[in-house]
């Protein structure tokens, strides 16, 4: 079967950036160049946005809500709102991505521990082949552990062959 991969940005939105998520600059920059390089070669890129209900920081239709100014969408490309941790739960994602063919996800954003362990088992669970760019999904300090503590724990010990392959961001750009 042939590969037909998709970007899948999930929650990189004003509220959550200027929250200051563990190395944004980084992460901010890393998805720029996976934009840069995947709208080059025609790569389906899908940007998926949270609302977390009236009055929260990520309320729908309010400047914090919006995708992160700096890594905006092009005209073409998918912008997927959902109410759940799950990019696919009650969304328009999997009749999307059935309709574009596409068999493997680069998947990175926010939050780590929860929208992006949500969606990367929810699109494990439908079958899809998944790649993790490494250090290219981000959060926040908590009472347990540090940001990179968190990271370095799902990447390395959840998700990595199981639920996904971590690769290096050298082989997520070829990857588009």
């Not at 521990?113 to 969606?119: F, G, K, R």
């Not at 990367?120 to 993790?132: N, P, T, V, W």
Request: glycine share 4%.
């Amino acid at each position: 079967m042939k590969k037909n991969f998709a970007l899948l940005i999930v929650d990189v939105q004003a509220n959550l950036i200027l929250a200051q998520p563990y190395q944004k600059d980084e992460l901010i920059y890393k998805i720029q160049q996976l934009l840069k390089v995947g709208r080059s070669h025609s790569t389906d890129i899908i940007y998926v946005r949270h609302d977390d209900g009236k009055g929260s920081k990520l309320e729908k239709g309010t400047l914090g809500w919006q995708i992160y100014s700096e890594i905006a969408t092009a005209a073409d490309e998918q912008i997927i709102d959902k109410n759940y941790n799950s990019a696919f739960k009650d969304t328009s994602l999997q009749a999307y991505l059935q309709s574009r063919a596409i068999t493997d996800l680069i998947i990175v954003g926010l939050q780590t521990e929860y929208c992006i362990d949500a969606t990367i088992k929810a699109a494990f669970e439908l079958g899809y082949s998944i790649h993790i760019p490494r250090q290219m999904t981000s959060t926040f300090d908590n009472d347990y552990l540090s940001a990179h503590d968190l990271i370095d724990y799902f990447e390395t010990k959840i998700w990595d062959k199981r639920f996904a392959s971590v690769c290096s961001f050298e082989e997520a750009l070829e990857y588009l």
